[in-house]
Each structure stands twice: as C-alpha cells, then as structure tokens.
C-alpha cells in the first residue's frame, strides 16, 4: 500500500490508516479492515478513489471494496486512546507519578514490553537500605517481595512515623523488581492518586484512569492515610486493588499509621491492607544511627572523624532525616567557617539543633506503654472508641506525648488516628488540673477496681518509658 500511503499524505496516512486499517485482497475484492464504524464511513467519504486506484495498481484489476470492524484493530485503537488520555491526566493533576523508579504508561500484557532500568544509579536502592532492629523486618519483607511478589503476601503495609525510611524501601523494592523481574511498576502518593481519580472523573476518562493503573504488574501507594475520609476514593482504589490478585502482581502500602488506627477509612479497606503483610518500622537505636551516618558520609563522598560521627549519633535520637539534617549541619558549619571538623566544632554546631530534633521518646512507645499499663491495645487508642478506659489511655498518651516529644497538639492528634488538635488540647489541660488538685484516677483492670493520683499515675508511666 505504499501508493495508497504516497497519495494520501504521510499526515492523513498516520491519523487514518495506520494502526487502524487491514488491507486484504481475496477473490470476492478488496477487504478494508477497520478499527471502527466511524473511520469506515470516513474512508468511504474522503478516500474511495484513492484506495480503489491503489488497489488497481497493485493486482492490475479493478476489485470491489468492503469495509469490515475487525475486533483486533478495535481494542488496538482503543488502547491507544486510553494510553494517550492516561498521558494527559497527569498533566492535568500535578504532574507525573513520583519517584525515580516509577513505570511506564501501560499496555496490555499482551502487547507490553519490558521496560528496562534507567540509566544512572539511583538514590534508593535497597544495598543502600541501613538496616537495624528498627527495621529489619521491614527489610526481610522488602526482600521477599523481591523474590517473589504477591506470592507469600498481598498487599505488603509499611507504617512508621516520618522520616524513618519507608519511601526508600519502596523505590527500592520497586527498582529491584524493575531491573531484575523487568516488571512494570509505578509509584505515586494517595494524594495523587486523588487528584487524578477526581481529574478524570472531571473529564469523563476514567476508563484511562483505570487502564493506566490496573494493568501494572507492581502498584506502589504511598501516604496511604491521605485516603482517610474520601469514600469515593477509597471505592474506587479498593475496586484497583481487588484487580491485583495474580502471582507475580502486587501492591505495596506506606502510611504513618498502621491500618486499623487510621480513622476514616473503610472496613472494606482495613480487612485487605491487614490480611497481608503489616510491618512496623521505629526509630533507629545507637548503633544503627553511627551505621546510618556512615553510609550517608559515603555518598556525600565526605570522611569525618569517628568521634564527630559517634557524637551526632549520640546527641541526634530523631529519626532519619534529623540525622542527615545534623550531619549536613555540622559540614556546613566547618566548611563556611574554615575551621577543622572537630568534636567540639560538632557540639557547636548542634548546640541549638539537638534540642529541637531530640525526643526522649517516640508516639508509638508511649502509646504502647501506656496501653499495656491499661490493658487496652494501641489500635483501641488511636481509634474512635470511647469506652471509659480507652479514653483514659488516650488522654494519658496525649499528655505523656506532649510532655516527652515536643510534638505540637497537631502532631499528636495525626499520630493518634487523625484526630483533631483541639481534642489534645482539651485533654492536657484536664490532666493538668487533675495533677493540680491530686485528684485520684480510678479504672477497672481485669475486673478489679483501681485507683491512683494523676501526678503519681504520670510518673509511674514517665519512668516506664524512660527505661
């Protein structure tokens, strides 16, 4: 059909025929396959001498021409409009899927190849994963997601408090897969997926919605929590996720909270991200910190002395971030003032930086200390239970909270189940004056009736805790 090509035009030929058209010549004529009724009545229309002309040229007999809607050709079209709708709505809601590993615009399985790595080394890779105590689990299950995904568990559910690592265990596993299973992956945060869902509900494409992240082999969602509160969203992530349930097809899940102490979210919802794997990563001990310093010196390219690294890990107790922010610092602050990295060039630098990043201790440990003590479970505190026990351990977590991080009433409240800051508020300032007064506590603990003053009550847990 080079002819037919030369006398339509190279511009007319692409919109029209090519990848939408079929030409096959048999005895009874010429049959013109199409992707649709609507591009044969406009071949018919705009095209019938030249493609009965081309047809002459090419067998030297005039032939009669048919026009047949041939089903290969209709998904073929329809995948491709799909795939340049998908295209279109992330410009429409803020932008490409995050990450540097993120996958492709999808194709159907059939038709999709393999996407191979990009060029350069990437920031995140599971070799430069720190692992310790805090997160090994963590690890180990990033580890056998790689090996095998969706197989041994679905979804896999990483939640820690900020900061910890979880984003770079996900582009890590996702990189893994990418470069060593050649699987399509993508990436994004709840809030994207949002803004894209409701884009294309704006638009009437959620049909392309639906195609981009449907037929990905590896579904990474970070943020998960953002959907708290959206039923709509929720609905149609959960329809998403019930497409991922072939062997070697698998979601990946980050959130700040473990899923039965987001608020706002779904039965539904809460049974799938639980029924696979949920691991917990905390805040790195000692030892861990120094290894974490070690290898963020390594990619800065930068030697310190072992005392400078030592005192940044024993003075910086947050999580990740803070330390990169406290090593970053105390570089800085050598190199524009052009002195030696010392040990009390360190402390200088960090003196008004260790105070602000330093917690004696985490949400999570005063929130499972105090629901040991009570005989309740974190879950129940961070929940919207209101029994007279739970609401006790939750009022005696904010205070503790308030008391032992330095986390605004804001904070708190997100990390208790997205509850609202007034509530903490309120809360402190009705154990403050309970402290005030002495006044007594009373609770029941398995059957039996106790009592004890608030300020005592405070400090017994303070010294659990702390130990």
């Not at 190849?113 to 805090?134: I, N, Q, S």
């Not at 991922?244 to 809460?270: K, M, N, Q, T, Y």
């Not at 007279?388 to 330095?406: C, D, K, N």
Request: charged residues 25%.
């Amino acid at each position: 059909m080079a002819s037919l090509r030369t006398a339509v035009g190279p511009e007319r030929w692409r919109v029209w025929f090519e990848g939408a058209t079929d030409f096959h010549i048999a005895v009874e004529g010429l049959t013109v396959g199409v992707a649709n009724l609507f591009i044969a009545d406009y071949l018919k229309s705009h095209f019938s001498r030249e493609i009965e002309i081309a047809c002459q040229r090419a067998c030297g007999l005039r032939l009669a021409v048919n026009y047949r809607v041939l089903p290969q050709l209709f998904q073929k079209r329809r995948d491709a409009n799909l795939v340049g709708e998908a295209e279109a709505i992330d410009k429409l809601a803020a932008g490409p899927p995050i990450g540097p590993v993120s996958g492709p615009v999808p194709r159907p399985a059939s038709a999709r190849p393999a996407r191979p790595v990009g060029e350069g080394k990437p920031l995140f890779t599971l070799d430069t994963f720190v692992t310790g105590p805090c997160n090994a689990m963590a690890y180990a299950a990033a580890q056998a997601a790689v090996a095998a995904p969706g197989k041994d568990f679905h979804p896999l559910f990483i939640h820690g408090g900020c900061g910890l690592g979880k984003t770079h265990l996900i582009h890590g596993i996702l990189h893994a897969l990418r470069s060593r299973r050649r699987l399509q992956v993508a990436c994004l945060s709840a809030e994207q997926f949002t803004n894209q869902y409701l884009a294309c509900m704006r638009t009437h494409s959620l049909d392309a919605f639906r195609h981009r992240y449907r037929h990905m082999d590896v579904l990474a969602i970070d943020d998960i929590h953002f959907l708290a509160g959206k039923p709509a969203t929720q609905e149609e992530f959960l329809h998403t996720f019930n497409e991922f349930d072939g062997e070697g097809r698998l979601v990946i899940l980050a959130s700040d909270s473990h899923p039965r102490e987001i608020e706002a979210l779904r039965d539904h919802l809460i049974s799938r991200f639980v029924a696979g794997l949920v691991v917990r990563m905390t805040a790195p001990d000692d030892t861990t910190r120094r290894r974490i310093l070690d290898a963020k010196c390594i990619q800065l390219g930068r030697r310190l002395p072992d005392a400078v690294l030592s005192l940044i890990a024993e003075r910086v107790r947050g999580n990740v971030r803070d330390l990169e922010g406290a090593l970053t610092r105390v570089v800085a602050y050598a190199g524009l003032l052009h002195h030696p990295m010392t040990v009390d060039l360190a402390r200088e630098a960090l003196a008004d930086y260790v105070v602000a990043t330093t917690p004696s201790a985490g949400l999570a440990e005063i929130s499972d200390a105090v629901a040991a003590f009570f005989g309740v479970t974190a879950a129940d505190i961070a929940s919207a239970r209101k029994s007279r026990q739970i609401s006790l351990a939750r009022q005696v977590t904010m205070i503790l909270a308030r008391e032992l991080t330095g986390l605004s009433f804001s904070d708190i409240a997100r990390g208790l189940g997205n509850k609202n800051h007034t509530t903490v508020l309120a809360a402190c300032r009705k154990w403050q004056q309970l402290v005030k007064t002495a006044a007594a506590v009373i609770w029941t603990d398995r059957s039996d009736r106790r009592s004890m003053p608030a300020d005592a009550l405070l400090a017994h847990l303070r010294d659990r805790i702390k130990r």
